[in-house]
């Protein structure tokens, strides 16, 4: 089992920065890659960023100008920096980490991300 808790939500105005972590516990020696999802009110639940057990990090195209995932390994956290947030950037932000074998995913239970004009 592996267990996720994201903080760092909050509301902050337009143009504002936020850094999100995602604390893992538990099982994490069988994750191959952990990543950030969001989901706007009355949207479907998307990804927007990942980084794998080597290092490989991506952040979805339209977002790559604003945002950056990292971690650290010794905290086994993993973080995702916002820069220049914009109102279409409230949402839920989900961690999520994700098992080989066997194959499972596994949640966090969200931090809120409100972004006011």
């Known amino acids: 089992q592996v267990q996720l808790v994201e903080s760092g939500g909050g509301l902050v105005q337009a143009g504002e920065s936020l850094r999100l972590s995602c604390a893992a516990s538990?099982?994490?020696?069988?994750?191959?890659?952990m990543n950030w999802y969001r989901q706007a009110p009355g949207k479907e639940r998307d990804m927007v960023a990942s980084?794998?057990?080597?290092?490989?990090?991506n952040v979805v195209d339209s977002l790559k100008a604003r945002f950056t995932i990292s971690r650290d390994n010794a905290k086994n956290t993993m973080y995702l920096q916002m820069n220049s947030l914009k109102p279409e950037d409230t949402a839920v932000y989900y961690c999520?980490?994700?098992?080989?074998?066997?194959?499972?995913?596994?949640w966090g239970k969200g931090t809120l991300v409100t972004v006011s004009v």
């Open positions: 538990g099982s994490i020696f069988r994750i191959i890659a």
């Open positions: 999520n980490a994700r098992q080989q074998y066997p194959p499972m995913d596994y």
């Open positions: 980084i794998t057990s080597g290092g490989s990090t």
